[in-house]
């Protein structure tokens, strides 16, 4: 079958850096989806990884592991405004996206 | 460039009805996804449509079935309504029906089914 997992709730501090972890177990992969998602919204795309090692873009990064089945999301600098869901997601094979359950990310002052 | 539409925002049914919500692709996009997403939950995959063809399947009964027009926009219809069907029902379009491409969601539609 097929699996993600990820927290299920994270808070961390404005200013801080958080580390948010995906792991998988699906039938395909054809990549690994990070989306940001605020509350009543729909999902924004944040970051694709297809290879291993590490993405960057501005303040937000992403890592892949294949042979671990391993993924994480970094945020430095938190904001206010980064206060959302982040949901992992895998390319299956079908050409769809697998969704895990999403980590609902709280920033505090 | 336009971004991906769904019309309408929220809609109220009661069960046994039959429900139709339309997507606008973004431009130069010509694959439309739909996503089935609960309360609480990732968003779940109904299907697929390529250039007007259906291009994948998820684990939904046949009373969920779409179609893709030429300009490339969407319709998902459920027919029979169930209480377990009020969820955000998302549409995502993408550039092509190529593996990994990244899809783009529209602001989806809220159903709720008495």
């Known amino acids: 079958g097929q699996n993600i997992d990820q927290p299920t709730e994270m808070t961390a501090t404005e200013g801080a850096i958080v580390q948010i972890n995906c792991t998988y177990q699906?039938?395909?992969?054809?990549?690994l989806f990070w989306y940001q998602q605020h509350a009543g919204e729909a999902p924004t795309f944040l970051s694709y990884?297809?290879?291993?090692g590490l993405e960057e873009k501005g303040r937000f990064s992403s890592f892949l592991s294949r042979s671990k089945g391993y993924s994480y999301l970094l945020l430095k600098e938190l904001q206010m405004k980064d206060s959302a869901s982040y949901l992992c997601?895998?390319?299956?094979?079908?050409?769809?996206?697998?969704f895990g359950t999403g980590t609902r990310l709280t920033v505090i002052p | 460039e336009t971004g991906v539409t769904q019309s309408p925002t929220h809609l109220i049914k009661t069960r046994g009805q039959q429900v139709t919500l339309r997507c606008s692709s973004q431009?130069?996009?010509?694959?439309v996804s739909w996503y089935q997403q609960a309360l609480g939950q990732g968003p779940q995959f109904i299907f697929q449509?390529?250039?007007?063809?259906?291009?994948g399947r998820g684990n939904f009964p046949p009373r969920f079935s779409g179609l893709q027009f030429p300009n490339y926009s969407s319709e998902l219809n459920v027919n029979a309504l169930e209480l377990d069907d009020s969820a955000l029902y998302l549409c995502?379009?993408?550039?092509?029906?190529?593996?990994?491409?990244?899809?783009?969601f529209g602001p989806g539609t809220r159903l709720t089914v008495l």
């Open positions: 995502a379009s993408s550039l092509s029906g190529g593996n990994g491409d990244t899809q783009y």
């Open positions: 699906t039938s395909g992969f054809n990549g």
């Open positions: 990884n297809v290879l291993d």
């Open positions: 997601a895998v390319g299956t094979g079908a050409n769809n996206l697998f």
């Open positions: 431009s130069g996009h010509n694959t």
């Open positions: 449509y390529y250039r007007e063809e259906e291009n």
